[in-house]
């Protein structure tokens, strides 16, 4: 069964700062894996999809890489902004085809940039 | 990009009604659409998979009689919370993909609080 685990669980930083979310997945057969965002009673917005056969994608000030083999995936996001203050989730997609392959989110960190 | 609608986006009912939520997929098709649950300060927990023209495919430990999917067409899931209870108070999400592209990205309704009195 797959889990994945997202460290920190919470994270504050001061605007401008660079900072690092980390996400880590026990089973490695997957078709691709999906960055989240999530604002306090509101719902997803996707942020970055990265295939299985794929290294990074890159959106603005967000870069998230994958490293199937060791089961991780980091979301970068460089001078950070109070507006960017939120839940991210990274979910994973199995490897089974087809669009009824599941999802398998995270825990969440729950990201608090200061003024 | 695409657009997942989920309505109603917060409701209050009474202890043993039933209350139904709607997903649908506005400008795309989806075979399959997805069910979550999340309680506070938690992640999104699967439910069920909701299957166009078929039955749905429920997640262990959750109740087919007490959560009702329908998905009749290739815009609409349903999910109706039977006989609520205060347990059942959670938010709940839908999610569906394109039908033409099996490895793009999940789009997700904006989520329905459900508070049982």
Redesign the interface.
């Known amino acids: 069964k797959q889990e994945v685990t997202q460290i920190p669980a919470a994270l504050s930083v001061p605007e401008g700062e660079n900072l690092v979310l980390n996400c880590s997945f026990t089973d490695s057969a997957i078709?691709?894996l999906?960055w989240?965002r999530q604002d306090p009673?509101?719902?997803?917005?996707?942020l970055l999809?990265i295939?299985s056969s794929q290294r990074e994608q890159t959106s603005g000030r967000l870069n998230a890489s994958l490293d199937k083999s060791s089961g991780r995936s980091t979301l970068y996001i460089a001078a950070s902004q109070p507006g960017d203050s939120a839940t991210y989730?990274c979910?994973v997609?199995g490897g089974d085809?087809?669009?009824?392959?599941?999802?398998?989110?995270?825990?969440?960190t729950?990201l608090q940039v200061t003024l | 990009?695409a657009v997942v609608s989920?309505h109603p986006s917060w409701v209050i009912c009474k202890s043993g009604t039933s209350v139904k939520i709607e997903c649908r997929s506005l400008d795309f098709q989806?075979?399959?659409m997805?069910w979550?649950r999340q309680f506070p300060?938690?992640?999104?927990?699967?439910m069920a998979?909701s299957?166009e023209g078929s039955k749905a495919t429920y997640e262990q430990g959750v109740e087919k009689d007490k959560f009702l999917i329908n998905h009749a067409s290739l815009t609409l899931s349903t999910l109706t919370v039977t006989s609520a209870h205060p347990e059942d108070s959670s938010?709940y999400?839908c999610?569906a993909?394109?039908?033409r592209?099996?490895?793009?990205?999940?789009?997700?309704?904006?989520?329905t609080?459900l508070t049982v009195v």
Not at chain 1, 41 to 46: C, V
Not at chain 1, 97 to 106: I, P, R
Not at chain 2, 101 to 111: L, P, R, S, V, Y
């Open positions: 078709y691709n999906q989240f009673g509101k719902g997803l917005t996707s999809l295939q989730l979910a997609k085809t087809g669009t009824a392959s599941k999802l398998t989110f995270g825990t969440g729950r | 990009g989920q989806a075979t399959t997805f979550y300060k938690q992640s999104l927990m699967l998979t299957n938010f999400i999610s993909r394109d039908r592209w099996e490895n793009t990205e999940a789009f997700f309704g904006q989520g609080r």
